[in-house]
């Protein structure tokens, strides 16, 4: 089983709201991650938790702020948007960072409005 | 940061033709190379992975790695048009677990 999940699968939100989105795994993988995609462009790396320790965040604004409950579990807490923070926000998790295989969940379509 | 390079195309073949999918790469100690299909409003899906020198089969898929040239490579053999999609390339590079390429956007014409 190689499945990630999230939720929720669309969030639309004002620029005063706070929201969070959630990510899960269960295949015992010890890193995870949160990526940022906007139309027509790759994925791009925001945050690393390895052995849910935050171990690598890629200059991203504070008002986007990641957590990692446990192993299973990853958030990511919303505060304070702009609208061009629309975009599709990717989990992924591997067994180990670096040089693994990285399985993705479905997302969340985020609008800020 | 080391890049990943990727054709973007749009590369159209007809059905039933092999489509071949290019990625350069610039970090020269990458050992860890990995092709991704993401269907148009989906995430990406992992569809092969790629450590040593040559040729890896999966089904319709073959990866093919050169390492002296930093070069890999994804033929689709018997292109269907589900196989309509962009095709990312993605390497490990410095402490970036995964770079990405633009990604190639395939198109299988029936």
């Known amino acids: 089983d190689t499945e990630v999940t999230q939720t929720p699968k669309h969030l639309v939100m004002g620029m005063t709201n706070k929201k969070s989105l959630k990510c899960e795994q269960h295949?015992?993988?010890?890193?995870m991650y949160w990526y940022k995609q906007k139309a027509k462009k790759p994925p791009e790396l925001m945050f690393v938790?390895?052995?849910?320790?935050?171990?690598i965040n890629e200059s991203v604004p504070s008002r986007f702020s990641p957590e990692c409950p446990n192993s299973s579990l990853l958030n990511l807490h919303l505060h304070a948007l702009q609208p061009e923070d629309s975009a599709l926000y990717l989990c992924?998790?591997?067994?180990?960072?670096?040089?693994?295989?990285?399985?993705f969940g479905p997302g969340t379509r985020l609008t800020v409005t | 940061q080391k890049e990943v390079e990727q054709n973007s195309g749009p590369l159209s073949v007809p059905e039933g033709a092999i489509a071949s999918l290019n990625c350069t790469y610039s970090?020269?100690?990458?050992?860890?190379f990995f092709w991704y299909r993401q269907y148009s409003g989906k995430s990406p899906e992992l569809i092969m992975s790629?450590?040593?020198?040559g040729d890896k089969e999966d089904g319709r898929f073959t990866a093919q790695l050169n390492k002296a040239s930093q070069y890999v490579s994804l033929l689709i053999r018997d292109s269907q048009p589900s196989d309509s999609a962009t095709y990312l390339c993605?390497?490990?590079?410095?402490?970036?677990?995964?770079?990405f390429g633009k990604g190639t956007r395939l198109s299988v014409i029936a």
């Open positions: 992924a998790s591997s067994l180990r960072d670096s040089s693994y295989e990285q399985y």
């Open positions: 295949m015992g993988h010890r890193a």
């Open positions: 938790y390895s052995y849910e320790k935050l171990s």
């Open positions: 970090d020269r100690v990458s050992q860890s």
């Open positions: 790629i450590y040593s020198n």
């Open positions: 993605a390497s490990p590079s410095g402490n970036t677990p995964l770079v």
